[in-house]
Nanobody, 123 residues
Framework: QVQLAESGGGLVQPGDSLTLSCEAS????????RGWFRRAPGKEREFVAG????????YYADSVKGRFTISRDTAKNTVYLQLNNLEPEDTAVYYC????????????????WGQGTQVTVSS
């Protein structure tokens, strides 16, 4: 089973940007979808964005459309999440995972969860 590892989190100020990375231990099935989720303190894990590894087709949660961008580098087995114009409400642990189903946002449809990377937005 592929293992995923997130990196790139940190402490930033409102309005700043960050790029998160999700690197796979080996090449995943290219038809798979890699997704990003986040869990804020006291809240449920929520879907953020997803990308199909073959086509690069993407989908987003409404709360991040226009601010976050998901992309992939298949040669590096890595998916990125560019976070722009960060807000305090974006503070959370960000996780990546994968699924064979494009368009799903349900955590139970995803597997191979990483350990997460903390993003804190505070002035």
């Amino acid at each position: 089973q592929v293992q995923l590892a997130e990196s790139g989190g940190g402490l930033v100020q409102p309005g700043d940007s960050l790029t998160l990375s999700c690197e796979a231990s080996r090449r995943a099935f290219m038809t798979y979808v890699r997704g990003w989720f986040r869990r804020a303190p006291g809240k449920e894990r929520e879907f953020v964005a997803g990308i199909r590894l073959t086509s690069g087709n993407t989908y987003y949660a409404d709360s991040v459309k226009g601010r976050f961008t998901i992309s992939r580098d298949t040669a590096k087995n890595t998916v990125y999440l560019q976070l722009n114009n960060l807000e305090p409400e974006d503070t959370a642990v960000y996780y990546c995972a994968q699924t064979p189903t494009f368009g799903t946002t349900r955590p139970r449809d995803f597997g191979s969860w990483g350990q997460g990377t903390q993003v804190t937005v505070s002035s």
